[in-house]
């Protein structure tokens, strides 16, 4: 399995290792669960055991995920950060060429984007079409629905 480097900005690693504390702190709370369960007899027909079960593998599952994005993450120094041409952190400002709708993008890693508040991930067919890219610049973006024209506006921090 190839480890995908996750970029971040230091922000997004404290919010990481916050969350990864948090979920850690649920360890004990599920295991007291499943000992509960266990208690109360015969395990075949137990349904609280197997939800308690279920539960710890669906936090393990989370805790490894995000202990992944923890070992992958690289900081982005935001003092090194350029406007001319489109790179992580950057806001761009778009206009849609189809119906001249103009929005504007902060290009952050998979674990920080969040649609609305304008941070989309670099991974995401547009973000891929835009990086690299400079200010006037037409793009072609494929996504789902077909293939998206955007001409970039601006470029800023």
């Known amino acids: 399995m190839s480890t995908q480097i996750n970029y971040v900005t230091q922000k997004g690693l404290d919010k990481l290792r916050q969350e990864l504390t948090q979920l850690l702190s649920q360890r ?3 295991s007291r669960q499943i000992a509960e369960a266990r208690d109360k007899g015969d395990l075949s027909e137990n349904a609280e055991y197997d939800a308690a079960r279920e539960a710890q593998g669906l936090l393990e599952l989370k ?3 995000v202990e992944s994005l923890i070992a992958n993450a690289r900081v982005i120094d935001e003092s090194m950060i350029s406007t001319d041409e489109v790179q992580m952190l950057n806001k761009v400002k778009i206009k849609n060429l189809r119906d001249n709708s103009v929005v504007e993008y902060t290009l952050v890693g998979e674990s920080e984007a969040n649609f609305k508040e304008g941070k989309l991930a670099v991974a995401t067919p547009i973000g891929k079409a835009l990086i690299g890219r400079r200010k006037g610049d037409i793009v072609e973006a494929i ?3 077909g293939v998206l024209k955007f001409e970039i506006l601006d470029i800023s921090i």
């Open 143 to 145: 996504v789902p629905s």
């Open 28 to 30: 004990p709370v599920i």
């Open 63 to 65: 805790i490894s995920k």
